[in-house]
């Protein structure tokens, strides 16, 4: 059981990368460190398991795009993405390889998948397994713009892991790793987007 639980959440983001969020307010800059305002919803519907995702952040769409397609760089935002690259590309249709692993104390988790990725831009990002530790999955990932600067990051998926996965337990864990991972891109986006000391005028 362990080791099925902690092979799915680094799968997650492999795996893509809707539940409306009423009232929603983008975090601002200096609440980078709080994931608590990401909605995460995973269930099981017999053996698939449904992942839903809506993340504000306060950055442009464009700038948001940038963070959530830079697979080559992945490994260097995401702490469970050992490597991500680029196989592949035809137009806007990549093939992208990953390796992610996680741990639970003593124990380590590793697994290779690669993924056929269909870029929309600015606007949407499809992402379906080619080959890993999966039956099958496809995700989808749509980014809005939310008004003020702010942009709203949707993210739909469906897939069929190849061992069991404890209905309670296991959505749950998914859900917290999953939140994590949304977490470290968004803080990549602001990361990104935030103007440096060096680009900012000296003060007179």
Do not use: C
Request: charged fraction near 20%.
């Amino acid at each position: 059981m362990v080791s099925t639980l902690h092979k799915l959440p680094a799968l997650i983001l492999g795996l893509s990368l809707s539940i409306p969020l009423a009232l929603a307010q983008a975090p601002s800059r200096t609440d980078a460190q709080d994931a608590s305002d990401i909605t995460v919803h995973v269930k099981k519907n017999g053996a698939t398991i449904i992942v839903d995702v809506e993340m504000m952040v306060q950055a442009p769409p464009l700038a948001t795009w940038d963070v959530l397609t830079d697979y080559d760089h992945m490994a260097q935002f995401v702490a469970n993405v050992q490597s991500s690259r680029i196989t592949d590309r035809k137009g806007n249709t990549l093939v992208v390889a990953q390796k992610s692993g996680t741990s639970f104390g003593l124990l380590k988790f590793f697994f290779d998948n690669v993924r056929e990725v269909e870029l929309v831009p600015h606007s949407e990002i499809r992402s379906n397994l080619i080959s890993g530790d999966m039956k099958a999955s496809a995700f989808t990932t749509r980014i809005m713009s939310g008004g003020g600067g702010v942009t709203r990051v949707v993210n739909h998926g469906e897939f069929v892991p190849t061992m069991w996965v404890p209905p309670v337990i296991g959505t749950a864990f998914l859900e917290s790793e999953t939140r994590k991972q949304f977490h470290e891109l968004r803080n990549e986006i602001m990361r990104r987007t935030t103007p440096t000391k060096a680009s900012m005028p000296a003060v007179q």
